[in-house]
Nanobody, 127 residues
Framework: QVQLVESGGDSVQAGGSLRLSCVTSAYSANNKCMAWFRQAPGKEREGVARICNDGMSTIYADSVKGRFTISQDNAENTMYLQMNSLEPEDTAIFYC????????????????????WGQGTQVTVSS
């Protein structure tokens, strides 16, 4: 049974940094894509970044470009999200998601493209 477990969420001040981790089990990332989503209070869940298993096919939401970096370590079955220059608007529950195959770049932020989801980790950024 595929499982995704996020960690690394915390409360930080604006301008700070956090690194989120998503450890997978019973999931092979070969020829597949994974992503980070987030859901802020009162808002819909939105895509933050996507990575495919070649490690080079990354896409970011405009709101996080230049501040967040998605990466993966296939040997450790772990995906990361390095978040720098955090802003209060980044406050949200962050979820990792894993697809059953390759996710087209035009559809990367659609939730239905991802079959497996973690439970989420809370990130709170104070001003």
């Amino acid at each position: 049974q595929v499982q995704l477990v996020e960690s690394g969420g915390d409360s930080v001040q604006a301008g700070g940094s956090l690194r989120l981790s998503c450890v997978t089990s019973a999931y092979s990332a070969n020829n597949k894509c994974m992503a980070w989503f987030r859901q802020a209070p009162g808002k819909e869940r939105e895509g933050v970044a996507r990575i495919c298993n070649d490690g080079m096919s990354t896409i970011y939401a405009d709101s996080v470009k230049g501040r967040f970096t998605i990466s993966q370590d296939n040997a450790e079955n772990t995906m990361y999200l390095q978040m720098n220059s955090l802003e209060p608007e980044d406050t949200a529950i962050f979820y990792c998601a894993a697809a059953a195959g390759w996710v087209n770049g035009l559809r990367w932020s659609r939730e239905e493209e991802y079959k497996y989801w973690g439970q989420g980790t809370q990130v709170t950024v104070s001003s």
